[in-house]
Nanobody
Framework: QVQLVESGGGLVQPGGSLRLSCAAS????????MGWYRQAPGKERELVAA???????KHADSVKGRFTISRDNAKNSVYLQMNSLKPEDTAVYYC???????????????????WGKGTLVTVTS
């Protein structure tokens, strides 16, 4: 059974930082790439960042330079460090397990239907 549990969301002022965590069941973590998606009110769910089993990463242009995805295989966990937060980053953030290919240094992520329940991030003054 695939289980993903997010934590770390909250209320933060513009320019602030948060670190999201996702704990995955050990049965899946070693075989899947991982991703963070977000969904703002009235908008489609979008991929924010992804990381392969080997640690290659991909970040959406909207968060590049501000967010960093990482994983700790020993702890079956994936993280999203979010700095310089903006009001437009307000959304529910979801952890996802999937597949990834890395060709020529470029990672392509293919999310699978394994989701956590999400954690809300609100950026407001």
């Amino acid at each position: 059974q695939v289980q993903l549990v997010e934590s770390g969301g909250g209320l933060v002022q513009p320019g602030g930082s948060l670190r999201l965590s996702c704990a995955a069941s050990s049965s899946i973590f070693s075989i899947y790439a991982m991703g963070w998606y977000r969904q703002a009110p009235g908008k489609e769910r979008e991929l924010v960042a992804a990381i392969s089993r080997g640690g290659s990463t991909k970040h959406a242009d909207s968060v590049k330079g501000r967010f960093t995805i990482s994983r700790d295989n020993a702890k079956n966990s994936v993280y999203l460090q979010m700095n310089s937060l903006k009001p437009e980053d307000t959304a529910v953030y979801y952890c996802n397990a999937g597949r990834a290919t890395v060709v020529g240094g470029t990672l392509d992520y293919y999310g699978m239907p394994y989701w956590g329940k999400g954690t809300l991030v609100t950026v407001t003054s």
